[in-house]
């Protein structure tokens, strides 16, 4: 009898090891699963949208750190050599990424995992006029689900109803006096601008002498005043060869210390690199610039800057399950969407 339960006991320990080692292997090597906090990403992804995203995409990580799978615990001050393995695809502009949240302290794969829409690639231009993006000059591609903040105007004496804005997809932010904030994708604003009650719809924009940057503990954004109109820059990639200026500092100073590890000292438009100086350096790694999709209610790369390629983890895939947090409810129509 002791025999027989010790071969029980044995058969199923040995399957849970090795459910527990193939478990490992796909969540390391294929695929992950993530939940949506924030509605940084509305209405491309809700709070609440659980998400099944793929790591063969752009090529997995091998190991970073020492860690007890599943949790987030890991042996600090150990960095384990590690490589990319060879993905089926780049990525592309435009693409939905989930990645490490570089601004983060400690080792990458520890640090915060975002997601957000990868607008520009290395190499691109952008710059931001009136709240929209342009790429290379030329505006950037539109979807459908983007959110912005919009200003809306009620005709004389009429009150906007709180309930119908939020049938139609709108979130009343702040109203006063017949005006109100309206954040809501630009289908809604369309639609509302026909209501018998709306005079003027329109977006919100900062003015320009709004400045919104200097709050935040950033150093990109230290040299733009707010995230509704920004200079035209160009992102990072391996190779680049720049040119050091006061005036640029704040677009490389994470690149160059924070990520490519570099002792830089400045005075002026006097540099310093490991000891040498020089106003020149060439950069090591490509970067991407990624934005949420609700324009006006996201914390990206406008403000902390570029991702660099090591702390991309995978791309989204498919929503697996879905949970409207107001109402308790399973978002039944949500189920086994592709995300694009």
Known sequence: MDAKAKHWAREWLDAFLWAAIAAII???????????????????????????????????????????????????????????????????????????????????????????????????????????????????????????NYRVQTRERIRLSPAKVREAGGDILQSNNGTSIINMTPDVADEMSNWSEIQNVEFFILPDDYDEFSRRPFSFSDGFVNHDNMEEFTIPYEGQEIELTSENWHLYKDVMERYERNDIQKNGDQFVINGEETNRYTIKKDYYFMMGDNRDDSEDSRYWGFVPEDHVIGKAGMIYFSWDGERWLPRFSRLFNLIH
Do not use: H
Not at 40 to 56: A, H, P, Q, R
Not at 67 to 82: C, E, M, R
Not at 119 to 129: A, F, H, T
């Open 26 to 148: 796909l969540r390391t090597f294929f695929f992950g699963a993530y939940r949506i906090p924030t509605p940084s990403m509305e209405k491309t992804l809700l709070t609440g949208d659980f998400l099944i995203v793929t790591k063969l995409a752009y090529g997995p990580r091998t190991p970073m750190t020492l860690s007890i799978p599943f949790t987030d615990i890991y042996l600090p001050g150990v960095n384990l050599p590690w490589t990319r393995i060879p993905g089926y695809s780049e990525i592309d502009r435009n693409d939905i990424v989930v990645f490490n949240y570089p601004v983060d302290i400690g080792p990458v794969s520890t640090k915060t995992n975002y997601i957000k829409r990868a607008v520009g690639v290395p190499g691109d231009r952008l710059k931001i006029e009136e709240k929209l993006l342009y790429v290379n000059g030329e505006p950037a591609e539109s979807y459908d689900t983007l959110m912005y």
